[in-house]
C-alpha cells in the first residue's frame, strides 16, 4: 500500500472495482472486437423526446428546478405509475423524487435508512451496485442465492434463515439484472406473507418494468400489506432509451421521500432540468414507441436463447429486462476464464456471472440490447468458440434442448 492509499476510507477499500468494467477496458482497445457486454438500449432516445429537451433549453430552462423535481414531472409520474401498475401516488408533491438516474435513487434510499451494521438482504446473482451502495451506507449486506431451477425467483424459504434481529432491508429487483427473472404476484404474495410482521424495509428496484414479456409487472407494492414499508425505484434509462439523460425516480410515503430529500438536496440539488422536460413528454407521448422497442427485445430475446442452447450452453429463458444468463458449467471453465478465453480467442465481450455474486460463478451475462445482426455475429463467434472446446474435450456434457423459437 502507498502511502496516500492509508488515507482512503475501508469501506471504500474493501469494494472492488467493478467485474464489469475490465473486459469493457479490453474491448475498447479491440479491433474488430464485438460486445455483448453492456446494459444499455442501442435505440436512440425518440426524436419527440430529444426535441422537448432540446426546446427546454432554447426556452431558457436552464436553472436549478425544486429539489424534489418539477412539480409537472412528478404528476406525471404519478399518473404513469398508477395507470401502467396500478401503483397509487396521489400526493406527488411529497411521495415522488427525482433523482439523477435510478443509480442515485439505490444510494440515497439505502443511506436514509441503513444505520452502522444493520443487514441488507441482497438476492443474487443481482446489479453490481447493491453490495458496494450497502457498504458505503455503513451496512453488512446479507447474500441470498437464487437458483436457475426456480427460474432464479426469490423464494420464501430462501429468505427465513437469513433474517436477523440485525435486518433492516431487503432489495428487490424484477425484472432481474443480470438473470432476467420476474416475480409474478402468487411469487411475491408468498414474500409478502414472511415480511408483513416484520419490521423490514423493501427497496423495490423496477428499473425494468416495461420490459416484461409474459404478463404485467407487478410490484410488491402492490400489496396493501407492504406498501407504506416499499420504497418503489424506477426511471427513464431502459424504458425509453433514456441512458445519458440520467433520470430516475422514487415513489414512497412521504416520511422516507422527506429523509432521501434531505441527502439528495445537500449532494445533488436537482436534477438536469432539460432532461426533466424531456421527461414529461417520454410520459406524456413517449410509451407507444416503448411498446416497439419491447417488442423488437422480444424477438432478439427469443434468437439467443435458442442459440445459445443448441450449441450446448443451457439457457433459462428470461421473463423481463434485456439479458441473458447462460450456463457454461458443461464447459469445465469458470465464468473468468471462459469470458477471458472467449475475448482473446474470438475477440467477444461478455460479462462473467461472478461479477453480479458469488452465486453467478458457471454463468455469463450477455445483453441483447444490441442490434440483430450484431448479437448474430457474436452468437456465431460464441459458438465457434465452444465447438473448439468441445474438440478439445474440455465439454463435461451435454444437454437436451427444445426450445422452439417464434417467427
Known amino acids: 500500500m502507498s502511502n496516500l492509499e492509508k488515507y482512503i476510507s475501508k469501506s471504500v477499500q474493501s469494494v472492488p472495482p467493478s467485474g464489469i468494467r475490465k473486459f469493457f477496458d479490453i474491448v475498447s482497445e479491440m479491433k474488430d472486437a464485438l460486445s455483448l457486454g453492456v446494459g444499455e438500449p442501442d435505440f436512440v432516445t425518440p426524436w419527440n423526446i430529444r426535441e422537448m429537451g432540446i426546446y427546454s433549453i432554447e426556452e431558457g430552462h436552464t436553472h436549478y428546478t425544486s429539489n424534489f423535481g418539477l412539480l409537472e414531472l412528478r404528476k406525471e409520474i404519478s399518473r404513469y405509475l398508477k395507470d401502467r401498475f396500478d401503483l397509487d401516488y396521489p400526493n406527488y408533491r411529497e411521495q415522488i423524487l427525482v433523482t439523477v438516474g435510478a443509480s442515485e435513487a439505490i444510494d440515497i434510499a439505502l443511506r436514509s435508512i441503513v444505520d452502522p451494521g444493520d443487514e441488507v438482504l441482497i438476492p443474487e446473482p443481482c446489479f453490481v451496485s447493491y453490495k458496494p451502495c450497502v457498504i458505503f451506507a455503513g451496512g453488512v449486506p446479507v447474500e441470498i442465492e437464487t437458483k436457475p431451477e426456480n427460474d432464479f425467483k426469490l423464494r420464501a424459504e430462501d429468505i427465513l434463515p437469513k433474517i436477523s434481529s440485525r435486518t433492516k432491508a431487503i432489495i428487490l429487483s424484477y425484472p432481474n439484472n443480470p438473470t432476467g427473472a420476474i416475480m409474478t404476484k402468487n411469487d411475491l404474495k408468498e414474500i409478502v406473507d414472511i415480511l408483513k410482521d416484520k419490521e423490514i424495509i423493501v427497496i423495490s428496484d423496477e428499473i425494468y418494468a416495461e420490459l416484461t414479456y409474459e ?4 410490484s410488491i407494492a402492490n400489496f396493501s400489506e407492504m406498501k407504506e414499508r416499499t420504497i418503489v425505484i424506477n426511471g427513464f434509462s431502459k424504458a425509453f432509451a433514456m441512458t445519458g439523460w440520467r433520470l430516475g425516480f422514487i ?3 412521504e416520511v422516507f421521500i422527506k429523509a432521501m430529500a434531505k441527502i439528495h438536496q445537500y ?4 436534477a ?5 422536460y424531456a421527461a414529461i413528454e417520454a410520459l406524456r407521448n413517449g410509451l407507444s414507441e416503448v411498446e416497439k422497442m419491447r417488442d423488437e427485445y422480444n424477438r ?3 434468437y439467443m436463447v435458442s442459440r445459445f442452447n443448441k450449441m450446448g450452453l443451457e439457457c ?3 421473463r423481463g429486462a434485456f439479458y441473458v444468463f447462460p450456463s457454461i458449467k458443461s464447459t469445465g471453465l469458470s465464468s473468468e476464464e471462459f469470458a477471458e478465453r472467449l475475448l482473446y480467442e474470438q475477440k467477444v465481450a461478455v460479462v462473467p456471472g461472478t ?3 458469488r452465486s453467478g460463478e458457471g454463468f455469463i451475462r450477455c445483453s441483447y440490447a444490441y442490434s440483430i445482426e450484431t448479437i448474430k455475429q457474436a452468437l456465431d463467434r460464441i459458438e465457434k468458440f465452444v465447438l473448439n472446446l468441445k474438440t478439445q474435450g474440455v465439454f463435461q456434457q451435454t ?3 427444445n426450445v422452439v423459437v417464434e417467427k
Not at 404478463?215 to 407487478?218: A, D, K, N
Not at 449532494?267 to 436537482?270: D, K, P, V
Not at 438536469?272 to 426533466?276: A, I, N
Open 399 to 401: 444437454h437436451e434442448n
Open 355 to 357: 461479477a453480479f455474486g
Open 267 to 270: 449532494i445533488i440539488m436537482s
Open 300 to 302: 432478439r430475446r427469443r
Open 272 to 276: 438536469p432540468t432539460f432532461s426533466q
Open 316 to 318: 433459462f429463458e428470461p
Open 215 to 218: 404478463g404485467s409487472h407487478v
Open 251 to 253: 415513489a414512497a410515503n
